[in-house]
């Protein structure tokens, strides 16, 4: 079948897309292999479309790009926020614990812990300062004019909280009990037995360090401390 330039033309689109009739298409082939003038145009539009494709894939390609670097700062930033809310937390969790539980020991000063004998037996540590953060007890046998003896150390420390800010409460009772027996188990039963431990003195220790001495920084330190009840 023969067509017309015009004819042509306008069935090139389809003819292009591959969406014309079986005849058409053949009918278009037949008119190209005789037109050049048609051809040409069949050429345009080819060329139309693949520009069309490149600019698009080239822009598509574009976005594809930015869209993968704004991914990436957006998981950058989630990053950093994340380890800076981390690093906050730490901040403040140490320096809570810093201020509540880092200790200072409480030096001696006449009339800051007085020591009764309690009508059970033990003795009564009265604390008579504001407030502490924790009390520490020792007791040891020492040999003074060539007799041995069990005596006891204490002291208290402070904390920061307890130091600066806190307020003693009224109703609190500083006070905390030496047991002057022990449980002492010779093997010769199945039970403890009570022993008398007969604490002779309480000394308060006054030192420097901190917090918890060793037996041997004990003894060291005992010419420093400072007796405060006697039998
Ligand atoms: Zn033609």
């Not at 079986?22 to 051809?39: G, M, P």
């Not at 993968?68 to 800076?84: C, E, H």
């Not at 003074?144 to 150390?153: E, F, M, T």
């Not at 188990?185 to 039970?191: E, I």
Request: hydrophobic share 35%.
């Amino acid at each position: 079948m023969k067509i017309s330039c015009e004819i042509t033309k306008d069935l090139i689109p389809l003819y292009h897309d591959e969406v014309c009739s079986n005849q058409s298409r053949i009918a278009v082939e037949e008119h190209l292999q005789e037109c050049d003038d048609c051809k040409k145009y069949l050429d345009s539009i080819d060329s139309d479309f693949i520009q069309v494709n490149t600019v698009k894939l080239a822009e598509q390609s574009k976005s594809n790009v930015l869209k993968g670097i704004k991914k990436k700062l957006f998981r950058k930033n989630v990053m950093i926020s994340a380890i800076s809310v981390i690093c906050a937390f730490a901040v403040l969790f140490g320096g809570l614990l810093f201020v509540f539980h880092y200790q200072l020991p409480i030096s001696y000063e006449k009339g800051l812990v007085s020591v009764k004998m309690g009508d059970n037996g033990m003795l009564d540590v009265y604390f008579k300062g504001n407030d502490y953060y924790c009390s520490y007890e020792w007791t040891t046998t020492i040999e003074k004019d060539g007799i041995k003896q069990n005596v006891a150390y204490i002291y208290y420390t402070d904390s920061i909280w307890t130091k600066y800010f806190s307020k003693p409460k009224k109703d609190r009772e500083y006070k905390y009990s030496i047991n002057n027996n022990y449980w002492f188990n010779d093997g010769s039963s199945k039970d403890d037995i009570e022993v008398k431990r007969e604490i002779s003195a309480v000394y308060y220790l006054d030192y420097s360090d901190i917090p918890k001495l060793s037996k041997e920084d004990l003894i060291k330190n005992s010419s420093k401390a400072v007796l405060i009840w006697e039998k």
